[in-house]
């Protein structure tokens, strides 16, 4: 079964950026796939999603503008790279395919925290 392997997070301060990584061991495609993050006390949610195909992004209000997904696919590899972060980034960042019926088991994730 494939598996999630994210990676790239850390301790960042407000203002500042990061790049995060997912790496799946086998093939992913041809699903879109989406980047969720889950803060303490709150539901995942997400906030980047690509086609993979195409490679056409969408993304939540909360982020527009400030993140950016990408992907390899010759890698199976998907990026999130984010600019511009506040402490309301804070949070554990999971990717994962965008449609929930068709989910892969969850990875770990990777902590981002965002402080001064």
């Known amino acids: 079964q494939v598996q999630l392997v994210e990676s790239g997070g850390g301790l960042v301060q407000p203002g500042g950026s990061l790049r995060l990584s997912c790496t799946a061991s086998?093939?992913?495609?041809?699903?879109?796939m989406g980047w969720f993050r889950q803060a303490p006390g709150k539901e995942r949610e997400l906030v980047a999603r690509i086609m993979w195909s195409s490679g056409s992004t969408f993304y939540a209000d909360s982020v527009k503008g400030r993140f950016t997904i990408s992907r390899d696919r010759a890698k199976n590899t998907v990026y999130l790279q984010m600019n511009s972060l506040s402490p309301a980034d804070t949070a554990v960042y999971y990717c994962?395919?965008?449609?929930?019926?068709?989910?892969?088991?969850w990875g770990q994730g990777t902590q981002v925290t965002v402080s001064s």
């Open positions: 086998g093939s992913i495609s041809p699903y879109d």
């Open positions: 994962n395919r965008a449609t929930e019926r068709i989910r892969i088991p």
